[in-house]
């Protein structure tokens, strides 16, 4: 199996100065996601899911339209959802993830000041509902401590379209890892970035391997952001 993890293109976060809310992409972020679509075109994949922000449905869109396919929004790859900053200087919210990220490691599992999800609740929403969708697919985590799952179809191919956060949650849950409140900075990848992960038969059962993180070769070098 691989399953193959894509980030969104660049957002359009702020306006005016002011904080957007579920931002659609940039001309640039439009142009990332071009080159998404032409760099999968020849792929084949037996399933691909969306996250129902509008910059991930942007970015999905060219590579759906160059498989023919339908849109499949999954509720759980929603970002970690932030406090109501739409419309708010643009300075509120640099200065909340600020202070967030100047906490002790332990204190940032309550989030943000001001509300939003807090990043346990995050973590384990992801977790779950990553769950429930793999076993649509017949993939079950073994159990016991390592890492281990069990598929029905080992020759399928996935591709998911989210965020530097659910996709981090996503692949620290295959690759066996414990959460933490940081998951969208423990793996960096950058807008429309590609990362694969390729399941390893073992004796009783699966394992996932990371082949490739955050990959941006099929971008401009004057278009890789992060």
């Not at 579920?22 to 080159?35: I, K, N």
């Not at 499949?72 to 959802?81: A, D, G, S, W, Y």
Request: hydrophobic share 40%; aromatic share 6%.
């Amino acid at each position: 199996m691989e399953i193959v993890l894509i980030r969104h293109g660049e957002p359009e976060w702020v306006r005016d100065g002011l904080n957007v809310v579920d931002p659609p992409l940039t001309e640039r972020g439009h142009m990332q996601a071009e080159c998404v679509g032409q760099e999968l075109k020849g792929e084949e994949f037996d399933v691909v899911i969306v996250s129902p922000l509008r910059r991930a449905r942007q970015t999905a869109a060219p590579l759906l339209r160059a498989h023919g396919r339908d849109e499949i929004v999954e509720e759980f790859l929603h970002e970690i959802r932030e406090p109501n900053w739409h419309g708010t200087p643009a300075e509120l919210s640099r200065t909340a993830y600020q202070e967030e990220r100047g906490r002790a490691a332990e204190e940032r599992w309550k989030g943000l000041q001001g509300g939003g999800e807090p990043p346990r609740d995050f973590v384990e929403r992801v977790r779950a509902g990553a769950m429930e969708y793999w076993a649509t697919l017949g993939m079950y985590r073994s159990k016991q401590t390592l890492p281990v799952w069990h598929l029905d179809q080992p020759d399928l191919r996935i591709a998911v379209i989210a965020h530097a956060g659910t996709n981090g949650v996503l692949l620290c849950h295959l690759l066996g890892l414990d959460p933490v409140p940081w998951e969208w900075d423990r793996f960096v990848t950058q807008h429309a970035s590609i990362t694969r992960l390729q399941s390893l038969e073992l004796a009783d059962g699966h394992t996932f391997a990371l082949t490739r993180l955050s990959d941006v070769e099929h971008l401009p070098r004057d278009a890789r952001t992060q």
